[in-house]
């Protein structure tokens, strides 16, 4: 879906309203942080990764190693 709106000053920023149907197509609403990303041609908003999901993968990660580990270390081995 493309609709066009304008960049509009806000403070000592800028922003730009966006349309609800687009918030509630991703299921987004106000007070929600997003993370922009940005190149020399395109400007991206995304739901950020959290560090509640880094943390979660690290534990799950640090888990596996110390259940494995005589494994890991054969593995590593080869």
Do not use: C, F
Not at 16 to 31: A, S
């Amino acid at each position: 879906m493309i609709e066009k709106v304008s960049i509009q000053k806000i403070g000592d920023g800028y922003g730009i309203i966006l349309p609800e149907k687009h918030l509630d197509k991703v299921g987004w609403k106000e007070g929600d942080l997003v993370e922009i990303r940005s190149d020399s041609e395109h400007i991206e908003v995304v739901e950020p990764r959290g560090n509640g999901d880094r943390d979660r993968e690290h534990l799950i990660a640090g888990t596996a190693m110390r259940n494995y580990y005589a494994a890991l270390k054969q593995l590593a081995r080869t």
